[in-house]
């Protein structure tokens, strides 16, 4: 279905309902300061609901001598056109260009709002938009509901290279650190000391693991933590002024791989896995029980195929 079909399902369930759809709600964009002339928007930390309208997700924003850099659009046009007026408002600049990190939904749904200004994102992640942003949107329609009206999937139109780039008096290093996705880019501003390492790093708030390749995040940590910062902006959670949101994410991603590992050596069914124990230190995290409940359904195959023994008379495959 696409994504005005829903919208035009939401508006008749609505009329059905014999309301007129509610003026949507401002989202509580505050902008909170992280260094001279920067800002990170630090979002709720629980799961997508029309309540919260998918505001779940950190973005940032550099006011830089020529212009502003923003960093994530958010989860929807209405969003985005609100964060926009919150963004020049704040830097009284106007906006330069936009960054998108990776491909999930809530990152790049208010794209809309930026549509006159360079829209970029690496030359994998803009592939994969190109086939999967239509299947994003749709989720997201579905869980969020009518905040969603009107928000259609606009692709980055402009590339991202790896590197440090030198913009209005910010040395802005972008780089390479997939994992969370197969593709994902971290901003570091030797400038200020900021690094807005979005969605390789949550802080507080259980990790994602849809789209994730356990290897290549545990290297993306590494490469993180050996940066000069700061201050971090993570995707998830509050800003933190030291490594400790990074740790923490390495050692639930530990743990979660250990985990797999043993149920699937156990011979444990998915249920059985989904409710083993979460250890206190990430138990209180935000979604911590859905969370895992989520990355068992996303991962746990992989790790039962690996314990399967290989058939007699075959060798198995090496990779
Ligand atoms: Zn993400």
Known sequence: MTTRRLALCAALLYGLAGQ????????????????????????DTGYFTPDNGGF??????????????????????????????????????????LIITHKHPDHFLGNQAFRDVPIRADDKTTAMLKSEADGLAENLYRLVGDRMQGTEPLLPNAPLAP???????????????????????????????????????????????????????????????????????????????NAGPIRATRRYLQWLDATLKDAARRGLTPNETMALPIPAEFAGWAEARAEWRRSVGFLYSRYELAELPPLAGTERATD
């Open 20 to 43: 007129a759809p509610a003026q949507a709600a401002d989202y509580p964009i505050r902008p909170e300061p992280v260094a001279a002339g920067s800002w990170a928007v630090i979002a």
């Open 163 to 241: 590197g440090v780039r030198e913009i209005g008096g910010h040395q802005l290093e972008f780089i390479a650190v997939p994992g969370h996705t197969q593709s994902d880019v971290a901003v570091f501003d030797h400038s200020t000391g900021v690094l807005y390492a979005i969605d390789q790093v949550f802080n507080g708030r259980t990790p994602t693991l849809p789209n994730a390749s356990l290897a290549d995040w545990f290297a993306a940590l590494d490469r993180l933590e050996a940066l000069p910062f700061k201050v971090l902006v993570p995707g998830h959670g509050p800003v933190a002024r």
């Open 56 to 97: 779940l997700v950190n973005s940032a924003f550099i006011a830089t001598a020529d212009g502003v850099v923003v960093i994530g659009s958010g989860p929807s046009r209405a969003f985005g056109e609100q964060y926009r007026r919150v963004i020049e408002a704040t830097a009284n600049k106007p906006v330069r260009e």
